[in-house]
C-alpha cells in the first residue's frame, strides 16, 4: 500500500490545479505529525489566493481517480474549503485556505488574540490558534513562492503573549466550576446533561491552559490524551485523567460502540420528528 507521502507525491498534479494566484502545498494532520495509524486520513494542505468551485474540483478530482472516489467538494473557494476523496485505498482530505486570512490569522494570535468560532466538526470549536500548529508541524512539499517557509519562521516560538492569554483565560474558565454552587446541585440531582456539559467544558479549558503552560501549540482535539502525557509540565497521569473526567468508568465500560450507534439513532429520530413538523426538507 502507498505511504502518505508518496499519495502526496501522486496528488501534486491535481491540488496544484484547484489553486488560483500564488500557492503552498504541505502534507499536514497526523500524517505529519508522525501520529497517523490505520484510520487516519491524509491531509493535503492548500494555502492559495483563491480555489476553484467546488464542481470544478470535483471533477478534475474524477478526472484523474475515476467516478468510484466518491468525491465531495464544500466550503467557499475564496476563503476555506476542502475536497474529500478516496486513492489507492486511502481518504484524501485536500484543505483550502486563503493565503490572506492565515497571515491574518498568525499575526492576530502573535498578538495574543484568541478566537474562537463555533463550526460543526469540532467539539469545543474552531480555534484561531489552531493554524500555528498547523504551520509548524505541516511538511512543506511545494512553496515556490516562500509563503509557508514565512510562515514556518513566524510560528517557531510560542508567542509569548498569545501563551499569557490562553492561560489567564482558560483556568479562569476551568475554574469557575469546582465550586459553583449550580454544578454542585446539578451532582446532587444527578443531572446527568449539565453536569457533563460543565465537566466537558472545564477539562477542555484545561487542556487548553496545559498546551500554552508548555510552550505547545494545541493540536486539535483527536488523540488528545496521548498528546497531554507528552507534555513535560503537566499533572502526573494527565490524558487518563481527562478521559476518566470525561467518561467516568472503567476503559471496559467505555463502550464506544454502542454509544455511537445510540447517537446515531437519536440523531435519526430527531431528524423524523423535525421533518413531520414541516422543519426539514423530505
Known amino acids: 500500500m502507498p505511504t502518505a507521502e508518496s499519495i502526496v507525491e501522486t496528488l ?15 502534507l499536514g494532520g497526523a500524517h505529519a505529525k508522525e501520529t497517523g495509524d490505520a484510520l487516519s486520513d491524509v491531509d493535503i494542505y492548500l494555502f492559495a489566493d483563491h480555489a476553484l468551485p467546488n464542481e470544478e474540483r470535483s471533477a478534475m478530482t474524477r478526472e484523474m481517480c475515476g467516478d468510484a472516489c466518491g468525491v465531495a467538494s464544500w466550503g467557499d473557494p475564496a476563503v476555506e474549503g476542502g475536497t474529500d476523496f478516496r486513492h489507492e485505498g486511502w481518504m484524501v482530505e485536500v484543505w483550502f485556505r486563503e493565503i490572506g486570512s492565515v497571515a491574518d490569522a498568525v499575526a492576530r494570535c502573535r498578538a495574543g488574540e484568541i478566537r474562537r468560532e463555533h463550526r460543526a466538526w469540532t467539539v469545543m470549536g474552531f480555534f484561531g490558534h489552531a493554524v500555528l500548529s498547523d504551520l509548524k508541524s505541516m511538511r512543506i ?17 510560542y508567542p509569548p503573549a498569545l501563551r ?3 492561560v489567564a483565560r482558560f483556568l479562569a474558565e476551568a475554574s469557575f466550576w469546582p465550586g459553583n454552587v449550580h454544578y454542585r446541585t446539578a451532582v446532587q440531582r444527578r443531572d446527568l446533561v449539565y453536569a457533563g456539559g460543565i465537566v466537558r467544558h472545564a477539562a477542555h479549558a484545561l487542556v487548553q491552559a496545559a498546551f500554552a ?21 503537566a499533572p ?37 420528528r423535525a421533518r413531520a413538523a414541516g422543519l426539514l426538507a423530505e
Open 236 to 272: 502526573a497521569g494527565f490524558g487518563a485523567r481527562v478521559e476518566a473526567l470525561l467518561y467516568p468508568g472503567t476503559p471496559a465500560e467505555a463502550d464506544l460502540e454502542a454509544q455511537a450507534r445510540e447517537l446515531a439513532a437519536l440523531v435519526a429520530d430527531v431528524e423524523a
Open 12 to 26: 501534486l498534479p491535481l491540488v496544484r490545479r484547484f489553486a488560483v494566484g500564488r500557492y503552498g502545498i504541505a
Open 164 to 166: 499569557r492569554e490562553i
Open 141 to 157: 512539499v511545494d512553496d515556490s513562492s516562500g509563503i509557508l517557509a514565512g510562515w514556518r519562521a513566524e510560528v517557531a516560538e
Open 213 to 233: 503552560l508548555n510552550h505547545a501549540y494545541f493540536p486539535g482535539e483527536k488523540k488528545l490524551a496521548r498528546a497531554l502525557d507528552l507534555l513535560p509540565d
